[in-house]
């Protein structure tokens, strides 16, 4: 009897155990549905990405013997969800069983659950062998603790993996975190590593996409493709990040430029969300040269923090805390989302080189998407679950699991503080001091009010204000309360009214 073996998008690990020998009762099967892409409108390069890489990785199974029924978007037997899709192969093999990687999304593996129960098949789920802790590790180690800092697991991870630690198990070099070092601006010194993106051609797969019907937005970039296919691609993207970027990554890791999209950024997410590469193989290559000299501790310590602290910090937050975390709006933020979240076009540099990279890259680094992106969106007050949609369709990296708690929680502060214990909100003086994006910009980043004043500014204060009954008794904002205390009467009116005249006009900005 044939078992099938489902194969998600995001599953795209040669190094399985599963697939160790070719069993001729297996057949592996893959699909391109249209369901998927509908959920929130995707960017193109997210569906071609995905899409291209599954292609590949079918391509690579057969060629080791192994039987693959691969579902295409275009082809007339598509049914477009999983599991129609799903109980017609069951039929057509005449399966008595199914099996699936442990599955990343929290409604397809209830969609799937349920329909497995249902189905009259033996069903199965085998770990993925991906993630360096188990699901409800965080909610285990964080306990009562009402703030789930990530610090405190970052330390529990570092121990647990023995990564960065000294024989008696203390941190390498005498500290934890050496984020204090790591705040630089960057003005064209070191210099920018090269590109090493590669050159795919996949015109005939957009074609595809097209005639599907499906519906994206962004520049699709199909003729000359960046992201990498499979995993020998994504090992040479870690290995060049290595050597040329991961020196400098700490320093500047908070750093923007205009027309410098990468800067000492790796690029890896989408290879490591898909799974071609293994979070732990990524942190032994920057450990590994830190050993070798080849990087000092700082930035090692950065970019390990990034993998073994943050990634699987938002996963253990989204299985402790779903399926309600995605409808959570605790500062009641309402407003729809400016038209230019899908154009690019305002006269605000830093979010036109923000929003402008995301469309033509579908990325942008960490500090464009929470200190720029995130932060106008919050001050703003952006409705959370239509940012929260904008942002898991734009990313070539976006899956839920690790896009919502960074949006919703790190930075929209819609989980009620669970995730930032203090807002990632900032004025223009942030922007203009971590970036060049404030000169030649339309707004002046000094002023607070006025036609030509820096929208952030007002908007940063007025957030403040209006938020008094969240933030006030934090301690961590007690500065921001003094200073708001010391503006007139008159002065705060100003900052009100320019506020609200931001919020009603916000296409225009
Ligand atoms: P680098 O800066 O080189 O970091 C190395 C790796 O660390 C990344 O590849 C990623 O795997 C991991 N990492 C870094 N920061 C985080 C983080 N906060 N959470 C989880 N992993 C992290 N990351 C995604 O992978 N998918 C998303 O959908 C996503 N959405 C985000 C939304 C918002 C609002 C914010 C503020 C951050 C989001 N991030 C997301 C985290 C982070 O911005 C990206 O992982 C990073 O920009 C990817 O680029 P890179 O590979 O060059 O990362
Ligand atoms: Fe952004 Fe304001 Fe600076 Fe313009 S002045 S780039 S809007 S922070």
Known sequence: MTTLRLLLGDQLNPLHPWLERVESDVVWVMMEVASETQKHLLHAQKVLGVFAAMRDFARNLRTQGHQVHYIRIGSPHNRHNFVDNLAALAKHHQASAVQWQEIDDHDLQAQLRAWAQGSG????????????????????????????????????????????????????????NFDADNRKPWRGQPAAPPDWRHHHDHRALWQDIQQAGIDTFGQSQAADFRWPLNRDEALHDLQAFVQHALPYFGEHQDAMANGQPRLFHSLLSFALNLKM????????????????????????????????????????IYWAHMPGYRDRNALQHHARLPRWFWTGDTRMACLREAIGQSLDNAHAHHIHRLMVIGNFALL??????????????????????????????????????????????????????????????????????????????????????????????????????????????????????????????????
């Open 121 to 176: 098949l033996a069903w199965e789920e085998a770990d993925s062998g991906h993630f360096l802790s188990a699901r409800d590790e965080l909610a285990r180690v964080m306990g009562a603790r009402k703030q789930w800092t990530m610090e405190h697991w970052y330390r529990h991870m570092r121990k647990r993996h023995r990564v960065l630690l000294d024989d008696k198990g203390n941190p390498l070099g005498g500290q934890w």
């Open 380 to 509: 703003a007050g952006l409705q959370v679950q239509a940012v929260h949609g904008w942002y898991l369709g734009v990313y070539v990296d976006a899956l839920e699991w690790v896009e919502l708690p960074n949006t919703l929680g790190m930075s929209q502060c819609a989980d009620g503080g669970l995730v930032a214990t203090k807002p990632y909100a900032a004025s223009a003086a942030y922007i203009h001091r971590m970036s060049d994006h404030c000169k030649g910009c339309a707004y002046d980043h000094k002023q607070r009010v006025g036609d030509t004043a820096c929208p952030f500014n007002s908007l940063y204060w007025d957030f403040f204000d209006r938020h008094g009954e969240h933030y006030a008794s934090n301690h961590r904002l007690g500065m921001v309360y003094k200073n708001l205390k010391r503006f007139s009467e008159q002065e705060l009116m100003a900052i009100r009214e320019r506020a609200a005249f931001l919020k009603a006009n916000l296409d225009g900005l």
């Open 277 to 316: 590469l293994h979070p732990r193989e990524v942190i032994d290559a920057a450990v590994q040269a830190f050993n070798s000299g080849q990087a000092p501790l700082s930035a090692v310590e950065g970019f390990v923090r990034q993998i073994l602290g943050w990634r699987e910090y938002v996963r253990g």
